[in-house]
């Protein structure tokens, strides 16, 4: 038997309100280990700034994160406000750099770090389908 009109807007309603709670959870996530990574790439800056001896790949990789979790966070904002014109190619490419310069530094959280970008943009992506099939 078919659905009625009323209820696939009943459908929609709900999917929408799972949506945007899904989406605050990303973004939740993602602000609070973005403030971590501003606040790390502070002092590094800082220190490489003032002369201190500080690992310049370092200081790479939290630039590039920091570029990384700007990007998610402004494309979570758009989604959780129903904007489906995101375009997060630039969060790909940028991840992609990230995990080469993880791969460079040698560091022992390869891997971690590796599938909590790979699963943060999986996420990103899935959320952004997700939105343009419940829009109407």
């Known amino acids: 038997m078919p659905a009625t009109r009323a209820q696939r807007q009943k459908f929609l309603e709900m999917q929408r309100i799972l949506f945007k709670e899904k989406t605050n959870h990303i973004t939740r996530t993602i602000k609070e280990e973005r403030f971590t990574i501003e606040d790390d790439h502070k002092d590094y800056h800082d220190a490489f700034v003032n002369n201190r001896s500080v690992d310049f790949g370092i200081l790479m990789c939290l630039t590039t994160r920091k570029k990384i979790h700007i990007i998610a966070y402004e494309a979570l904002k ?21 995990k080469h310069q993880l791969l460079k530094s040698g560091t022992s959280h390869h891997a971690v770090n590796v599938k909590f970008y790979d699963d943060m943009v999986d996420a990103i992506d899935q959320n952004l389908n997700w939105l343009r099939v419940i829009k109407i």
Do not use: A, E, F, T
Request: hydrophobic share 35%; charged share 40%; proline share 0%.
């Open 78 to 98: 758009k989604m959780r406000n129903y904007d489906d014109n995101v375009d997060i190619s630039r969060l790909r490419k940028l991840v992609n750099v990230h």
